[in-house]
């Protein structure tokens, strides 16, 4: 039976360590928080400020290697939570070490891996343990309960979907572990669905691979943003199906039996099954139509109350991984005997079929292309810390075409920097180490600053933004550097209000009351702007309205608030011009606040011409795209009434603390309802940025990628560059394999 409290106070007598401090560590530490008996005590990260970062506001100690963390009596069982690659060679150490191991999906890249770590436990006596999400939800089980009853009855037809976007292959970050190589992909994704069907299912044969939507990632390698296979389990037709491409979220396993069809909707821990009704030609339709209707209600009712219960906590996702995490130390302590859904057998399967698939895919995958390199390389003068990201990409380019040698300061090791004049290089290091920020300055004349934190609370922001970027700005004037361009927001402006307009003279206000982001980037400029006074630093800050173009989101969050991928509600009404610029116009803007003499000490805000509204945005991609746009007008007061009751909720039921109080001038700055000027940017600098609104809607809309897929519109003209440069145009089919 699955609890909800947490493990708080309650004699914890197992501690847990954590192998890898991303994304996927926060819901696992949310996970064993309601695991009685069960502790987290520590974390290791081979970038240890995303281990310090982690640790902080969870109280856990961070080790400073894996051995460390192994060696430690604290340390009972290990989560192996790094990139898919890495899982093998972790958790056989962490097995041969004697601990218990729980490794996240996919427990590796061969199955003969996974049976060998499997075979080394038993030996070794300790458990070992595979969550795949989704597994463990609710709906899922009652599909299961009804197949083990026979009421579905011998399955006729078996698939799953998982049609969801994943914007990461249109606006990065690129040097993720899945977009480094073609079949990557399917091994994240397609683990989830591959292990529904492992559990169904005792073998599959692959007959035959679709892949669609080819994209091209910077540095070369097309990724396919649609995959179907199809093949047999025993004599049951089965379907996978992968779309990553903007639309509508439905991610589903359906089975058809003789007797029942039946259908997990596990995006959102829905069971719907279907039987033949058994009233007459009147009755009937009805009945079935209203068993239809009350499970849908009983299920959302049920969902609405846990989820309000645990603060979202226990979102399908969550409450999957909680329970496997549940289940999996329930049979450590002996309290129940071990799911075979968490177990090695049932992952080996499951990464056989998929590794089946990626081989009768691979005559279709385009791999990288090496660059041959010219020339001597570039001696590097100017250095760009936060280079991989959708503006720094662009400006990185533009440097480097503009004659300069460019270094790129990144905690990882991103693809696309190559070039054959060898104007880019690459360093790796840790943003809060001086000595790094002092080694890659070696030789650095300027320094761009476009990297920020995204926290949950001010301390974060305090502790991995504002610090970080005092200590950027302090081994700026240790090293030298000739000009330091930090890039802030005009998010920290106060917006809110139409009668008046603002430009850099314009004074950041009421601070206290606005969203931690915006806050936080007026603290970092104010850090910097007192070493300046101070100790000489030679600064231009550079604040960025909404930018938008090729790399960027379809889903930005700076002009509205998102419900899907054609579906969204206005800050307001929308009507107003928003302060858009072009991705390309923006970084030309920061090249020249590097450039321009004479202009530190000063800051520009870098706002396109005012082109459109929000409402004539979402219009225009409605029209180019051939897609209905539903961009709902929404009153301020209803987002500020609605953040209270979330304020007061966590507060009250949550107990938690340090929570920011709602502000309503906050909720009305984002509407953007003061006009900025650009002025001082074009007089001082130079920029001119695009003044038609046509090509302005060509750059970031037309030609940006946005849904992943080319446009349905061609703008007149002239046709719209296609949304990929790959063997086949955006949505031609290629075909692997055969029956």
């Not at 990288?368 to 250095?383: D, E, F, H, N, Q």
């Not at 662009?394 to 054959?420: C, H, N, Y």
């Not at 609370?457 to 005092?470: F, H």
């Amino acid at each position: 039976m699955m609890t909800e409290e947490t493990n708080a106070g309650r004699g914890a007598t197992i501690g847990a360590g954590f192998v890898g401090a991303g994304y996927i560590a926060s819901w696992h530490a949310a996970g064993l928080r309601r695991v009685p008996g069960v502790r987290l005590a520590g974390v290791f990260d081979a970038a240890r400020a995303a281990a310090d970062a982690f640790a902080a506001p969870r109280g856990v100690r961070v080790f400073g290697s894996l051995d460390e963390l192994l060696s430690s009596p604290e340390i009972d069982c290990v989560h192996v939570l790094t990139p898919p690659a890495s899982h093998y060679a972790i958790a056989r150490k962490v097995v041969e070490a004697g601990k218990h191991c729980f490794v996240e999906k996919p427990m590796t890249l061969e199955a003969g891996e996974a049976r060998a770590l499997a075979d080394l436990a038993k030996a070794r006596g300790v458990a070992l343990g595979v969550n795949h999400n989704f597994l463990m939800l609710p709906g899922y089980e009652r599909l299961r309960k009804d197949v083990e009853a026979g009421v579905i009855g011998p399955a006729d037809s078996f698939a799953a979907n998982w049609r969801y976007a994943f914007a990461p292959l249109r606006s990065g970050p690129y040097g993720m572990w899945m977009l480094r190589e073609p079949q990557n992909m399917l091994f994240e994704i397609g683990a989830h669905l591959y292990a529904f069907l492992a559990d169904l299912f005792e073998n599959f044969e692959t007959r035959d691979v679709l892949l669609r939507y080819p994209i091209e990632m910077p540095g070369g390698v097309t990724q396919y943003q649609g995959w179907r296979i199809s093949g047999l389990a025993g004599e049951t037709a089965a379907t996978i199906d992968i779309s990553l491409i903007e639309g509508h979220d439905e991610r589903m396993v359906e089975l058809r039996g003789l007797g029942a069809a039946a259908r997990v909707d596990f995006a959102n821990d829905a069971y719907v099954l279907s039987r033949a009704p058994m009233g007459d030609i009147i009755a009937g339709p009805l009945g079935a139509q209203l068993s239809l209707a009350g499970q849908a209600v009983r299920t959302g009712a049920a969902n609405a109350v846990r989820q309000a219960a645990s603060l979202n906590d226990l979102a399908p996702y969550g409450l999957s991984i909680t329970r496997a995490c549940q289940s999996f130390y329930a049979s450590l302590a002996g309290r129940a005997a071990p799911d075979r859904r968490l177990g090695a057998d049932l992952a080996a399967r499951s990464i056989a079929m998929m590794a089946e698939a990626a081989a009768k895919a691979a005559p279709q995958l385009r791999r990288r292309a090496s660059v041959t390199a010219i020339g001597a390389r570039k001696k590097p003068t100017m250095l760009v810390i936060g280079g991989a990201g959708f503006i720094g990409r662009p400006l990185v380019a533009m440097l480097a075409d503009r004659g300069f040698g460019v270094r790129v300061f990144s905690r990882g090791k991103p693809t696309g920097f190559e070039r054959a004049d060898g104007r880019v290089e690459l360093f790796t290091g840790d943003l809060k180490s001086e000595s790094d920020l002092l080694a890659a300055m070696d030789g650095i004349e300027g320094v761009f600053h476009l990297a920020r934190a995204t926290e949950n609370d001010w301390d974060g922001y305090l502790r991995n933004d504002v610090a970080v970027t005092r200590l950027i700005g302090e081994c700026c004037i240790k090293a030298g550097v000739k000009r330091l361009v930090y890039t802030g927001t005009i998010d920290s402006y106060d917006a809110s209000r139409p009668d008046r307009p603002i430009t850099e003279e314009t004074p950041f206000e009421h601070l206290e009351e606005r969203n931690l982001y915006a806050r936080s980037k007026a603290a970092c400029e104010a850090a910097l702007t007192e070493l300046a006074a101070e100790k000489g630093l030679p600064l231009v800050i550079a604040r960025p309205a909404i930018v938008i173009g090729k790399g960027g989101p379809l889903q930005h969050w700076g002009i509205a608030m998102w419900r899907g991928a054609t579906s969204c509600r206005l800050w307001g009404d929308g009507a107003n011009i928003y302060p858009f610029v072009s991705v390309e116009d923006c970084a030309d803007g920061l090249v020249r606040t590097m450039t321009t003499p004479g202009v530190e000490g000063r800051s520009f805000n870098l706002v396109g011409e005012p082109l459109l509204s929000a409402k004539e945005y979402f219009s225009e991609i409605g029209r180019f795209y051939g897609v209905e746009f539903r961009a709902a007008p929404t009153p301020i007061w209803s987002y500020y009434a609605t953040d209270l009751v979330k304020y007061w909720a966590k507060r009250l039921l949550a107990r938690k603390k340090n929570v920011a109080r709602p502000s309503y001038r906050d909720w009305k700055s984002r509407a953007k309802l003061s006009t900025f000027r650009n002025d001082a940017a074009k007089t001082a600098l130079g920029w001119a940025p695009e003044t038609d609104r046509a090509r302005f809607v060509r750059s970031t809309i037309v030609e940006a990628n946005l849904f992943g897929v080319g446009v349905k519109n061609a703008p007149s003209g002239g046709g719209a560059a296609p949304a990929a440069e790959a063997p086949q145009e955006a949505g031609e089919m290629s075909r692997a394999g055969g029956s």
